[in-house]
Nanobody, 125 residues
């Protein structure tokens, strides 16, 4: 069965960095676009970054451009999110998702069929 397992979250001070990983199994990882989303307490789901199946097309939310980098290793079936210069507003549960498609398109929750359990990122001094 499809499994997406995130890791790498934690508590970090403002300005710090974290690298999230999403280990995928149960499907042909290299055939599908992937996404990172986040949800802060009391807020809705927000797309953070998306990537197509080959890694040639990437999209970021304006709030993280220049600070976050999404990448994937299709040989290792793993999705990454490098987060630098973290801010308190980045505090949220971060979750990876598997698209139903290989290509990237504007975020539509109905276009994703599997989600991980999420990993907590807390940015605080």
């Amino acid at each position: 069965q499809v499994q997406l397992v995130e890791s790498g979250g934690g508590l970090v001070q403002p300005g710090g960095s974290l690298r999230l990983s999403c280990a995928a199994s149960g499907f042909t990882f290299s055939n599908f676009a992937m996404i990172w989303v986040r949800q802060a307490p009391g807020k809705g789901l927000e797309k953070v970054a998306g990537i197509n199946n080959s890694g040639s097309t990437i999209s970021y939310a304006d709030s993280v451009k220049g600070r976050f980098t999404i990448s994937r290793d299709n040989a290792e079936n793993t999705l990454y999110l490098q987060m630098n210069n973290l801010k308190p507003d980045d505090t949220a549960v971060y979750t990876c998702g598997k698209s139903k498609r290989s290509y990237w398109r504007a975020f539509d929750q109905n276009g994703y069929d599997y989600w991980g359990q999420g990993t907590q990122v807390t940015v605080s001094s």
